[in-house]
């Protein structure tokens, strides 16, 4: 119980820039849904998603590695400086490469007249992969205060820009042009930008939090280990092709809807799409969390005779706090979520949600089992079930998108069932191989139970659905307080026993 006390309390300190910067993050998508078309706002998304592409070749394993190797070696700065200097040089290697041939880049992604957007986010790319290895390091001297800091001065800085170049800059050149701060606005605002100015808070970000890890990259030997780092490489190598294969299964969606759909649709729908998926924000929020504590906190837990035994047990409650997010999310979002969050010409979309919630749920139980393979240094497995889900992911998005008016199937809406059949498979998967070489005694019954349990309390929701808003919310709130009361009725005695251990 003590070494998930932990757990819970490191997924809380890192989940501090997460949940907040996700939730102040999230602010802006409320700014774009109502300052962009959503023809902008899908290329926006374009663009992101080749970037999440780029960024896990860029890291290529290496924080995995980082963690793995530091157990192993007990040379810290060793591990740090070998890991540190490779990202450096390939990051150098990348952006060099894109620079000299970013006109080449646009042509190639359809976006010819703005191979600015390519030089950009080669910088973005470069900056993030270079504070990758730090950001681990921070980890790994268990100073989450440190790492919670920079990442929400990252976010922030990133806000405020936004908002600057979005709001205040149009406003104080509509109203005050002659006056003073209007003449020093119009010396550093374009009026025909709008996207751009999405892509340069990001840059600018990106180079502050670089910026605010050099103490760390100051630790840094400057003498690489070859032998270190060709081990480091066979470990991480299969991971790579696990990440890539991961970011088909994430993102190349919004980028098969834009290259499949209809061209005078497909930015349209790729921006009603993106925009519904970000109310998985709740989800996506306590996973991203869970993932940064969870990876240092299971190699650790390794060592001890419970290991699989908190495993397990960490599982049970992991499955009632998604189960939980996700009847949450669905019972309050006609009330509260879409009307706050996203602007009403994206709400045809909102049909993807619950589908796209329940994905995103079964990608947190993978992510949750996929340890047995990086415990066992077994990480050629986590390619191969990356692999099947982006056979999944393509095969499906290519059937179910329509190539052209005539041949119109599902849309965005093939797009989210291949997702959820995607990372259900792979969590399917992962469980059934990972208890041949790793097995834990996980409560499938408690998961079944619990899932189950917050899909029915939904499904009433949609059936039974009073007019009035006030009757409906305090009719939701009432499905919400059986699932917690169940919940308590069921856990309550496991918690009183280990309790009184």
Same mark, same amino acid.
């Given at each position: 119980?003590?070494?998930?006390?932990?757990?819970?309390?490191?997924t809380a300190?890192?989940?501090?820039?997460?949940?907040?910067?996700?939730?102040?993050?999230?602010?802006?998508?409320?700014?774009?849904?109502?300052?962009?078309?959503?023809?902008?706002?899908?290329?926006?998304?374009?663009?992101?998603?080749?970037?999440?592409?780029?960024?896990?070749?860029?890291?290529?394993?290496?924080?995995?590695?980082?963690?793995?190797?530091?157990?192993?070696e007990?040379?810290?700065?060793?591990?740090?400086?070998?890991?540190?200097?490779?990202?450096?040089?390939?990051?150098?290697?990348?952006?060099?490469?894109?620079?000299?041939?970013?006109g080449?880049?646009?042509?190639?992604?359809?976006?010819?007249?703005?191979?600015?957007?390519?030089?950009?986010?080669?910088?973005?790319?470069a900056?993030?992969?270079?504070?990758?290895?730090?950001?681990?390091?921070?980890?790994?001297?268990?100073?989450?205060?440190?790492?919670?800091? +920079?990442?929400?001065?990252? &976010?922030?800085?990133n !806000?405020?820009?936004? =908002?600057?170049?979005?709001? %205040?800059? $149009?406003? #104080?050149?509509?109203?005050?042009?002659?006056?003073?701060?209007?003449?020093?606005?119009?010396?550093?605002?374009?009026?025909?930008?709008? +996207?751009?100015?999405?892509? &340069?808070?990001?840059? !600018?970000?990106?180079? =502050?939090?670089?910026?605010? %890890?050099? $103490?760390? #990259?100051?630790?840094?030997?400057?003498?690489?280990?070859?032998?270190?780092?060709?081990?480091?490489?066979?470990?991480?190598?299969?991971?790579?092709?696990?990440?890539?294969?991961?970011?088909?299964?994430?993102?190349?969606?919004?980028?098969?809807?834009?290259?499949l759909?209809?061209k005078?649709?497909?930015?349209?729908?790729?921006?009603?799409?993106?925009?519904?998926?970000?109310i998985?924000?709740?989800?996506?929020?306590?996973?991203?969390?869970y993932?940064?504590?969870?990876?240092p906190f299971?190699f650790?837990?390794?060592?001890?005779?419970?290991?699989?035994?908190?495993?397990?047990?960490?599982?049970?409650?992991?499955?009632?706090?998604?189960s939980?997010?996700?009847?949450?999310?669905?019972?309050?979002?006609?009330?509260?979520?879409?009307?706050?969050?996203?602007?009403?010409k994206?709400?045809?979309?909102?049909?993807?949600?619950?589908?796209?919630?329940?994905?995103?749920?079964?990608?947190?139980?993978?992510y949750?089992?996929?340890?047995?393979?990086?415990?066992?240094?077994?990480?050629?497995?986590?390619?191969?079930?990356?692999?099947?889900?982006?056979v999944?992911?393509?095969?499906?998005?290519?059937?179910?998108?329509?190539?052209?008016?005539d041949?119109?199937?599902?849309?965005?809406?093939g797009?989210?069932?291949?997702?959820?059949?995607?990372?259900?498979?792979?969590?399917?998967?992962?469980?059934?191989?990972?208890?041949?070489?790793?097995?834990?005694?996980?409560?499938?019954?408690?998961?079944?139970?619990?899932?189950?349990?917050?899909?029915?309390?939904?499904?009433?929701?949609?059936?039974?659905k009073?007019?009035?808003?006030v009757?409906?919310?305090?009719?939701?709130?009432?499905?919400?307080?059986?699932?917690?009361?169940?919940?308590?009725?069921?856990?309550?005695p496991?918690?009183?026993?280990?309790?009184?251990?």
């Amino acid at each position: 119980m003590t070494a998930i006390k932990r757990l819970a309390g490191q997924t809380a300190i890192y989940g501090i820039p997460s949940v907040l910067g996700r939730i102040l993050g999230y602010l802006l998508v409320p700014l774009y849904t109502r300052v962009f078309l959503p023809g902008e706002y899908g290329t926006v998304n374009v663009f992101y998603s080749y970037a999440y592409f780029f960024m896990v070749i860029l890291t290529y394993g290496m924080e995995t590695a980082f963690f793995r190797f530091n157990e192993h070696e007990k040379d810290l700065e060793k591990v740090f400086s070998t890991g540190m200097i490779s990202l450096i040089i390939s990051s150098l290697l990348f952006l060099i490469m894109v620079s000299f041939s970013a006109g080449d880049v646009a042509r190639w992604i359809e976006y010819p007249d703005h191979r600015e957007y390519v030089i950009w986010f080669a910088w973005i790319l470069a900056l993030d992969a270079t504070s990758a290895i730090p950001f681990a390091y921070l980890r790994a001297q268990n100073r989450p205060a440190r790492f919670a800091w +920079i990442k929400m001065t990252n &976010i922030t800085v990133n !806000i405020v820009l936004n =908002l600057f170049f979005l709001l %205040l800059c $149009p406003f #104080i050149i509509k109203h005050y042009s002659g006056t003073l701060p209007g003449r020093f606005i119009s010396l550093i605002y374009r009026p025909h930008w709008g +996207i751009e100015y999405i892509f &340069i808070s990001n840059l !600018i970000a990106s180079s =502050l939090t670089l910026v605010m %890890l050099l $103490p760390q #990259i100051s630790v840094v030997r400057w003498k690489i280990h070859p032998d270190l780092w060709k081990r480091m490489l066979l470990y991480a190598f299969p991971l790579l092709f696990a990440g890539m294969a991961g970011v088909v299964n994430e993102t190349f969606d919004r980028l098969l809807l834009r290259y499949l759909l209809p061209k005078d649709i497909a930015s349209y729908q790729v921006g009603i799409y993106a925009a519904c998926y970000k109310i998985s924000i709740l989800m996506t929020i306590f996973i991203q969390a869970y993932k940064y504590a969870a990876e240092p906190f299971f190699f650790a837990q390794a060592k001890e005779k419970d290991a699989k035994e908190v495993y397990a047990r960490i599982m049970d409650y992991f499955i009632i706090t998604v189960s939980l997010i996700f009847l949450v999310t669905m019972l309050f979002l006609d009330d509260f979520i879409m009307p706050v969050l996203v602007g009403e010409k994206y709400w045809e979309g909102k049909g993807v949600i619950p589908v796209l919630m329940m994905a995103n749920l079964f990608l947190g139980v993978y992510y949750n089992l996929s340890i047995w393979y990086k415990l066992t240094a077994k990480t050629s497995w986590g390619a191969w079930l990356s692999l099947v889900g982006a056979v999944i992911t393509l095969v499906l998005n290519f059937w179910w998108i329509p190539l052209s008016s005539d041949h119109l199937i599902y849309g965005y809406y093939g797009s989210a069932w291949a997702t959820f059949i995607c990372y259900g498979s792979m969590m399917i998967l992962s469980y059934l191989i990972g208890q041949k070489y790793f097995p834990v005694k996980y409560n499938l019954v408690k998961f079944a139970g619990y899932l189950g349990l917050s899909v029915l309390l939904y499904a009433v929701s949609s059936v039974i659905k009073p007019e009035l808003s006030v009757l409906r919310i305090g009719f939701h709130t009432i499905l919400l307080l059986i699932f917690l009361g169940i919940v308590y009725l069921v856990e309550k005695p496991s918690i009183s026993i280990v309790s009184n251990r």
